[in-house]
């Protein structure tokens, strides 16, 4: 096996780790949402918790991120996810737990934004990698959380305490996987780029700009600077929202208002459910979500998709029909609704990997790394408006319910 192959065989391990670690607790919180605040508390509660501060970190991070070293990104993202999960295991009251989903939501807005650029000098191996690995990640959290407090019957701190470990793996993989330096193929449309020998000068160290930042002497021109950076990066966004972020805004927009407002809601008479109890309807059709957007997300060499706004579509028809099946039962099982939900999940991983494609194939290599790290932003802020609207929603749905004669959604 040649060094190249080598080389090339752990990129793709370590693209695919990065995007498994730091997704797994964002999916694994989702799933335990009914168990961290309850059946009568909108679990839109721990969605808007889990992807508000993230979702903030995204749209300041393209101003600045490029001062920061991998390396020390990398530290950041293991001491606020370990820290977040430990606090949202350990935490007794529901404000508590909430802050650590805060730091848990930080980490996974920086580690999306990091890898995502970080593909920029890896090539389109790294960015399918990356893609299959944040699927990987839905399907292994949702699945190891059902399993262990479902089956296994481990309590939600014993589960949500073992999880905490697993971003450690991210300093692991970073510093002894991830090869040293690569050179992508000119081919690919990408342009000759090599890595330094030490990762943790990974960073645009040379630019006028962090010059002049850490020097006092020059605060006048980092002020001109940073002004004309920030038109500049202004400038440089606006390409990028009807051609890629609008489209993937609504495609997780109306999945995450299925997943987190109209869900918990879809529910049967428990005699009529392979459950013990209600609240596993929920953690199973999350599995089937992730489910679907594993698959998908792992079908770039497979599947391409390039109108993005036919998913879009697709999904808003997803939403009519979920909450039309709330009000209204027109669906005769509950197995039915688990073939939807792993369509949605198929819909979102599709539109995902796809949009993260179409980018590094049509923008300019000069501006490559900063949009792959910016269009992210997209997907945030439609799970951040699909969450205050699942506010109400599911109250109101739940309220439809119980007026005519259906309370399963107040039960655990």
């Known amino acids: 096996m040649s060094p190249a192959t080598v080389s090339n ?16 607790l964002y999916v694994v919180i989702l799933s335990a949402a009914v168990d961290l605040v309850g059946p009568l508390t909108p679990k839109a509660v721990v969605l808007l918790a889990d ?17 920061v070293s991998y390396r020390i990104r990398i530290a950041l993202l293991v001491f606020l996810s370990s820290g977040g999960m430990l606090i949202v295991a350990t935490g007794s009251t529901i404000s508590l737990k909430l802050v650590g989903v805060v730091f848990a939501s930080f980490s996974s807005g920086l580690g999306e934004v990091t890898f995502l650029q970080l593909t920029h000098y890896y090539g389109e191996t790294s960015l399918s990698a990356f893609s299959s690995g944040t699927g990987g990640a839905g399907l292994a959290g949702s699945f190891m959380f059902l399993v262990l407090t479902t089956w296994l019957r481990l309590s939600i701190v014993t589960t949500l305490i073992l999880f905490s470990t697993v971003p450690l793996l ?15 193929q000119k081919s690919s449309g990408y342009e000759h780029i090599s ?19 850490v020097s006092g002497r020059h605060f006048n021109e980092t002020k001109e600077k940073f002004i004309l950076d920030f038109k500049s990066t ?9 051609k890629f972020m609008m489209p993937l805004f609504l495609v997780y927009f109306g999945e995450y208002v299925i997943n987190q407002g109209i869900s918990p809601t879809l529910l049967f008479p428990l005699d009529e459910m392979p459950f013990t109890k209600f609240r596993d309807a ?3 059709y999350g599995t089937l979500y992730q489910l679907g957007v594993f698959i998908s997300r792992s079908s770039a060499g ?3 998709i390039r109108k993005i706004y036919v998913l879009a579509s697709l999904q808003i028809i997803n939403v009519i029909v979920c909450i039309v099946q709330s009000m209204y039962m027109v669906l005769p099982n509950v197995y039915l609704l688990m073939a939807l939900v792993f369509y949605e999940g198929l819909l979102g991983g599709f539109a995902y990997v796809n949009t993260f494609l179409r980018v590094s194939e049509s923008v300019n290599v000069d501006d490559r790394e900063f949009a792959l790290g910016s269009v992210g932003i997209s997907d945030s802020a439609g799970i951040v408006c699909a969450g205050l609207i699942s506010l109400w929603l599911e109250k109101s749905l739940c309220e439809f319910q119980k007026s005519t004669g259906r309370p399963w959604c107040d039960i655990e």
């Open 9 to 24: 065989g752990r990129t793709f391990i370590s693209f695919w780790l990065f995007g498994l670690i730091n997704n797994i």
């Open 51 to 67: 992807v508000v501060p993230s979702f903030g970190l995204k749209l300041i991070l393209p101003f600045f991120i490029h001062l």
């Open 170 to 184: 991210l300093a692991v993989v970073f510093n002894f996987l991830l090869p040293l330096s690569i050179a992508t």
């Open 195 to 213: 890595f330094v020998e030490n990762r943790g000068s990974i960073l645009v160290a040379d630019s006028e700009y962090s010059t002049a930042a």
């Open 234 to 242: 202004l400038k440089k966004l606006k390409p990028l929202v009807l």
């Open 282 to 284: 929920y953690v199973t």
């Open 302 to 304: 497979i599947v391409r």
